[in-house]
């Protein structure tokens, strides 16, 4: 690899490493801390199997084409994320930074890409496309997953970058195929 191209890829990764000490760093304070647990477990699939439901119950018939749209694209995202982490096999933050806290659960061994951020856009954007009037809702929590990996010690920036980059392509690709 050229010398200004590895000299890049450090300087990227000291930036990316530096960022995710400072945001994590406030998972010493307990309410911070405890806010993204909760938005983190939430994350794991409670919040848009809820809210799966929610639409079922209330949509009856008419709901089954945005559960249904939703389902698939997450099983994609599932099966590439997976993927992703078996060929990067980053390590997780806290793994390589004793300056970083674990301070949430991680539901694999991998870092990269955050597969909370990802399915959290692939949920939220197919969600929206349905249902724009729930965008203040769903866009927050959203945004609030991808923040939640970062500050527990569980994913660097750029992991959770990926992650809602490839959930916004597996989300627009599934709206071809609907």
């Not at 998972?27 to 994350?43: P, T």
Request: proline share 5%; net charge positive.
């Amino acid at each position: 690899m050229p010398y200004k191209m590895r000299s890049y890829l450090n300087s990227m990764h000291r930036l990316d490493s530096n960022l995710c000490i400072a945001v994590n760093q406030t998972s010493q304070i307990r309410l911070i801390r405890d806010l993204f647990r909760l938005v983190s477990r939430l994350g794991d699939g409670l919040f848009w199997y809820a809210l799966m439901l929610l639409i079922l119950l209330f949509e009856g018939r008419d709901g089954l084409l945005p559960v249904l749209h939703t389902a698939l694209a997450g099983l994609s995202g599932t099966l590439l994320y997976k993927w992703l982490k078996g060929k990067t096999l980053r390590p997780r933050p806290f793994e390589v930074h004793q300056d970083i806290f674990m301070t949430g659960k991680p539901l694999d061994k991998f870092s990269f890409p955050s597969g909370h951020t990802l399915h959290a856009v692939v949920f939220g954007l197919v969600a929206i496309n349905y249902y724009p009037a729930l965008s203040f809702i769903i866009m927050p929590f959203v945004s609030m997953v991808a923040l939640s990996r970062v500050v527990l010690g569980l994913h660097y920036p750029s992991d959770v970058i990926a992650g809602a980059l490839i959930g916004s392509l597996i989300a627009a690709l599934s709206f071809l195929l609907v």
